[in-house]
């Protein structure tokens, strides 16, 4: 795996984008993150996001529509894609698939499992892909 990473916003939130087998998952494209990702991509498959927090999902909406991807989020923080609950002045997003707790999916053969650990956000997950933890929140763990 292939991990590239910048920090967005005034917040420095970690936007992620993990290549595995030639394939591209965009995890967490907050704050002005659009123009970045699509520097940096050839191939890819989905928007991820670990949580619903405005400065995680702020260029959702605008990375979609540029790259035609889904969004993938965990069900239990889909309403803040949508409301703003923090009145940031967020774009809203729609997300495509809602993923259920410590769910594992499948993207082009690549598993990809969403760990559920809520306090942070109701839906707060860790995102697994391979051996590497995409926390969102805090850091990357390669186990």
């Known amino acids: 795996m292939q991990i590239k990473m910048q920090p967005m916003g005034p917040y420095q939130t970690n936007c992620y984008i993990a290549t595995v087998e030639g394939k591209e998952f965009i995890i967490d494209p907050g704050v002005g993150a659009t123009s970045w990702v699509l520097n940096n991509v050839t191939h890819p498959v989905a928007i ?8 995680h999902v ?3 909406a605008e990375v979609q529509k540029r790259l035609n991807l889904p969004i993938y989020c965990p069900k239990g923080d889909a309403f803040m894609l949508a409301n703003d609950p923090f009145s940031q002045g967020t774009p809203p ?3 495509d698939i809602l993923i259920e707790e410590d ?6 053969g690549v598993k990809i499992r969403f760990r559920h650990f809520p306090g942070h956000t109701p839906g707060c997950s860790v995102i697994e892909i391979g051996d590497v933890w995409f926390s ?8």
């Open 58 to 60: 702020w260029s959702n």
């Open 48 to 55: 991820l996001n670990t949580h619903g927090h405005f400065d």
């Open 93 to 95: 997003s729609q997300p």
């Open 103 to 108: 769910e594992e999916i499948e993207l082009e």
């Open 136 to 143: 969102g929140t805090t850091t990357v763990c390669r186990l």
